[in-house]
């Protein structure tokens, strides 16, 4: 917050490791500015808890949105910068706020296999790449806006695994002809046994459905 170089002291814990970010408590003049009290931080914790002096870029296109099944929720990368002179962070992953944009994410990423796992093996099947649903003309295409109209209508809006489990719940053949019509003609007869496997894996745990990623975010909690 201040326009002067600031300085490390040399007998500062923190002085030898040369952070890239920290905060301290005040500033004391003796013959520079010295930091008193610093902390070394990581980018993404300011982003976390500081927030408000944030500024977040618009959606990116590239890295593609995409789906988190330990948290439920779709999600797209933003560039954040921090405070006044705008410091350039890591790309973030934010909440898709738009309805249409995160409905359409849900959809490719569950045909991607990123909610259910048992679509990862049958995607070889498909008749067309589940990423064509985030191409700007994709909802022109019938097989495309079937499943995004039937996704999101008036009275839901089926975006994360949870609204999928009600949904069903309610009705246990929703969305069985639109997801059918992404496959070959010559499928249909596993396609059953897909759609009973579907059912079965949307009730488990996230940590039962993707152990590999909750054992892959536990090491990288503990890196940090």
């Known amino acids: 917050m201040v326009k002067e170089p600031v300085f490390l002291h040399r007998w500062s814990s923190v002085a030898k490791s040369a952070p890239e970010f920290l905060v301290y408590s005040e ?5 520079r500015p010295y930091i008193h009290s ?4 990581k980018s993404d914790w300011l982003v976390k808890y500081a927030g408000s002096l944030c500024t977040f870029s618009a959606p990116l296109a590239d ?9 439920d929720q779709v999600f797209c990368w933003v560039i954040p910068t921090f405070g006044p002179h705008l410091w350039q962070f890591p790309l973030h992953g934010i909440p898709i706020k738009d309805d249409v944009h995160r409905v359409a994410v849900f959809a490719f ?3 991607e296999g990123h909610v259910l796992p048992c679509l990862r093996s049958v995607r070889k099947f498909m008749v067309a790449s589940p990423g064509s649903i985030l191409r700007p003309e994709a909802s022109g295409h019938r097989r ?3 499943l995004l109209n039937k996704l999101k209508t008036r009275l ?3 975006d ?3 609204t999928l489990s009600e949904a069903w719940n309610e009705n246990p ?3 069985h002809a639109e997801i059918l019509d992404w496959f070959q003609e010559g499928f249909s007869g596993q396609f059953e046994e897909l759609w009973l496997e579907m059912h079965r894996e949307v009730l488990l745990d996230p940590k039962e459905r993707f152990p590999k990623r909750v054992k892959r975010d536990k090491k990288e909690k503990y890196r940090i």
């Open 27 to 31: 500033l004391l003049y003796t013959k």
């Open 63 to 71: 890295p593609k949105p995409c789906y988190d099944p330990l948290t």
């Open 144 to 146: 495309v806006g079937n």
């Open 109 to 111: 990423s569950l045909l």
């Open 173 to 175: 053949r929703e969305l």
């Open 156 to 158: 839901r809006i089926i």
């Open 160 to 162: 994360s695994c949870t």
């Open 38 to 41: 610093a902390t070394s931080v």
